[in-house]
């Protein structure tokens, strides 16, 4: 089927992150007509919002660019191992500008609803303003990370002091000098943003429900030389990130607890792999920390010493030492975030058994201790993978709610489609791999523009994905996720990418834990077998009543491909 009425785009994008910006380029690339709406003012997306103090990439450099563009590759230069925000945000910018692409983006445009019509095969796009573009694809690039778990608290309209929320932090300079602030929250972003706070407020109290293993990032600059050389390996960097399971340019050890028994060859190895920073430690130690119930006690017992030899007060570095097994939560990356407990002006309070409320002059917790502030803030994280698309209100065919459809099942096909919801692309959607996005994504949205390639070339309306193909995915995507140590404890320890973190929300796994290239896999077996999992439309006229063309139906489905990893 053909819609009779003519959409005002090809293609609309929401979102000009990462994810926007590089489905933006690969739309233009097809010669289709394409509008992306964007909410913040700038480019960026998760890198627009989150400009708290100390904000900056956990993965690096290296691996954290747009692979796509061989001439801005040549051109850009991060100046540090983990680019800083600003950094980030300016190297977008420069993407967006070199490809022009900005003056196909509507920034401070909130889109608050896409329908999707059966009888026209167009979608519509409606703005928070109530403005309604349509088009023929649309191409959800919200982010997983983007809408913010608001402050809960009781009190807060009665707290008469500054407060913040490091996902909405203000464009304007926050001044903290002479202040006492408090931080509620330790992920990843807390972590980023308590060294520098330590440096400048006067009194900072961090309040900690669970604590997180933090590995130490060990930043630097990068030099002229290490510029040149990145630039020269970076195509072997970008395979490497391309074909390791969470888009890194790391390379497993080959060790294991199995074939390394000597203690203290153990102990060199974490060594080592503490001393590299960031995610060196649990990609290139011991390769069965995620599968090893004794590799992941040593090395949570490990990163638990680290803490107490960097902590110098014994009970603070007993509330900082996580009891869960590492990877259990996502460990954030910190930059002398241990150290900064052991500044003068650096308070921590266990909240593990307390609830927190406001009152107007700070926090008071239930067990009834009042601690004054001038400033709070809130570095509370995300409802991750669904909470952007299933708050915009998408509707499908006969009118059915994303929303719904995923708090009863969270189905899709790899994280790119959802059955129901023809011509809806996924961008970075709930269950792509858990890992480094600049990789992921690359490889996502190349797929979805071969498969709009192929739906141009051969005149196809529509693109729906078969429930079969969905089912083998879901079991396939548990199953990975089961053969993870982490599978019980992290739905225990509140862990985001389960969906933990937000109360009420149901538990599913929200990403795929069975590496980047065997979803890669399972998005190839499509484009090789012509999309035989895929149910795709002719126009109006040409194709048969209440059956829908198979484009190859000899070929090997996704089921196969399970069968025979
Ligand atoms: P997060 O990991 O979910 O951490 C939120 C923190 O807020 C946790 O410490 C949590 O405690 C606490 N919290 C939430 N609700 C609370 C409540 N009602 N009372 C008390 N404490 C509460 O969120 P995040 O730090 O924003 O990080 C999320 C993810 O974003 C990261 O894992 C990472 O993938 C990404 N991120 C990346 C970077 C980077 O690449 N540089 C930087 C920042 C974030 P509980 O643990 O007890 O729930």
Redesign the pocket.
């Known amino acids: 089927m053909r819609s009779s009425k003519k959409a005002d785009y090809d293609a609309i994008v929401v979102g000009a992150g990462f994810s926007g910006i590089r489905s933006l380029w690969e739309l233009g690339q097809l010669g289709l007509t394409a509008k992306c709406f964007e909410a913040g003012s700038d480019v960026g997306g998760a890198w627009y919002w989150?400009r708290y103090p100390g904000?900056?990439?956990?993965?690096e450099a290296w691996v954290y660019a747009m692979n796509f563009i061989p001439e801005l590759k040549d051109e850009w230069n991060y100046s540090e191992r983990y680019p800083s925000q600003q950094e980030v945000q300016r190297y977008l910018s420069k993407v967006v500008d070199h490809f022009h692409l900005r003056e196909n983006i509507e920034f401070d445009t909130r889109i608050r609803a896409a329908h999707y019509s059966d009888s026209e095969n167009i979608w519509t796009i409606t703005t928070a303003a109530g403005l309604s573009t349509t088009c023929r694809y649309f191409l959800a690039a919200s982010g997983p990370?983007s809408v913010t778990?608001a402050p809960?608290?009781a009190g807060l309209e009665s707290y008469t002091g500054e407060w913040y929320q490091?996902?909405i932090w203000p464009t304007r300079q926050v001044d903290f000098r002479g202040k006492r602030v408090a931080i509620?929250?330790?992920?990843?972003?807390?972590v980023?943003i308590i060294p520098k706070l330590a440096h400048v407020a006067k009194e900072l109290t961090v309040?900690?429900?669970?604590p997180n293993y933090v590995l130490p990032g060990r930043n630097y600059a990068i030099d002229e030389d290490h510029a040149t050389e990145i630039k020269q390996n970076y195509d072997a960097t970008w395979n490497r990130a391309s074909t390791h399971p969470f888009g890194l340019a790391m390379t497993a050890s080959g060790k294991t607890v199995e074939n390394v028994t000597d203690a203290r060859k153990i102990k060199q190895i974490l060594d080592a792999g503490w001393e590299s920073g960031g995610f060196h430690f649990q990609f290139e130690t011991l390769d069965d920390l995620f599968t090893n119930q004794e590799s992941n006690d040593i090395a949570s017992e490990y990163l638990r010493q680290k803490i107490h030899a960097v902590v110098q007060d014994p009970n603070t570095a007993k509330i900082l030492s996580p009891k869960y097994p590492f990877l259990s939560?996502?460990p954030?990356?910190g930059h002398f975030y241990y150290e900064a407990y052991n500044r003068p002006n650096v308070k921590l309070v266990d909240?593990s058994r307390d609830d927190?409320a406001l009152y107007e002059k700070g926090i008071r917790t239930s067990s009834g201790v009042e601690y004054e502030f001038d400033v709070i803030i809130f570095?509370?994280?995300?409802d991750a993978g669904t909470g952007a698309l299933s708050e915009m209100d998408v509707k499908g065919c006969q009118g059915n709610s994303l929303g719904d459809h995923w708090a009863k099942r969270l189905e899709t096909f790899a994280g790119v489609l959802v059955p129901g919801f023809p011509n809806m692309f996924l961008v970075c959607g709930p269950h792509v791999p858990f890992g480094n996005m600049p990789v992921v994504l690359e490889i996502g949205v190349s797929w979805i523009g071969k498969t709009l390639r192929h739906m141009e070339k051969n005149k196809l309306t529509k693109i729906d994905v078969s429930q079969t193909a969905v089912d083998a995915w879901s079991s396939h995507l548990d199953e990975a996720f089961r053969a993870t140590l982490f599978a019980e404890s992290a739905k225990a320890s509140?862990a985001?990418f389960v969906g933990a973190?937000i109360p009420g929300k149901a538990a599913n796994v929200l990403f795929y834990f069975g590496g980047v290239p065997t979803w890669n896999a399972w998005l190839e077996n499509e484009t090789r077998t012509a999309w035989a999992n895929m149910i795709f439309s002719l126009p109006k006229g040409t194709e048969k009543v209440g059956e829908y063309p198979k484009i190859n139906s000899q070929s090997q489905t996704a089921t196969d491909i399970i069968s025979s990893a």
């Not at 904000?55 to 993965?59: E, L, V």
């Not at 309040?207 to 669970?210: A, E, H, L």
């Not at 570095?379 to 995300?382: E, N, Q, R, V």
């Open positions: 989150n904000a900056r990439t956990d993965s990370l778990k809960p608290f490091t996902s509620v929250g330790t992920g990843a972003t807390g980023q309040f900690q429900r669970t939560k996502r954030p990356c909240i927190i570095a509370l994280g995300f509140g985001w973190n």
